[in-house]
């Protein structure tokens, strides 16, 4: 028989499942939405454990709800990556005429690295997969990079001014 949860815990789970409750800024701090205020609580992970900046964990030294969300969350996120699997991308047809003839015609060189392209061998038409980066000038690695420290700037911004 397992022990009934806490009521903290319980809070915890509900604020972990419910959108736009969690934001994580950087690696081991969040903030949390307190669901009292219109505030956000600040959740640090320390050398000696998680620390909350709200009255509770503050006063009673517990684990407060906010410190539950973020675990639960973060337990959520390892079982996701357990079931993710990223299959290899295989090219079976033609995207201008759909024909499923076609051949390897060479290797493409540029600046992100080689990319092998295609030709079809009913409609004459040469073509590469780039995995969502055609006609970007930098390599996926430089581009997703800067979307993110572009986003943790935001964040930083929404939640500091």
């Known amino acids: 028989m397992q022990p009934a949860p806490n009521p903290r815990q319980e809070k915890g789970h509900e604020i972990a499942s419910a959108q736009g409750q ?27 454990g998680w620390k909350c900046n709200c009255p509770d964990h503050k ?8 410190i539950w969300a973020i675990q639960i969350s ?8 357990k079931h993710v699997v990223l299959e290899p991308i295989t090219i079976t047809h ?12 060479g290797i493409r060189h540029n600046k992100s ?15 590469s997969f780039n995995i969502g980066f055609e006609r970007m ?7 997703t990079t800067a979307m ?7 964040l930083k911004v929404f939640f500091f001014i």
């Open 94 to 105: 033609c995207p201008t005429c759909g024909s499923q003839n076609i051949k390897r015609s």
């Open 137 to 143: 000038k930098h390599n996926p690695k430089a581009v």
């Open 22 to 48: 969690v934001f994580r800024v950087a690696d081991g701090y969040y903030k949390v939405k307190s669901q009292s205020r219109s505030q956000y609580y600040d959740v640090n992970n320390t050398s000696i």
């Open 148 to 154: 993110q420290r572009g986003r943790r700037r935001r």
């Open 113 to 127: 690295g080689d990319i092998q392209r295609f030709a079809c061998k009913d409609c004459s038409k040469i073509f």
């Open 59 to 66: 006063f009673r030294g517990t684990k407060c709800k906010h």
């Open 74 to 81: 973060l337990g959520l996120r390892e079982e996701v990556k």
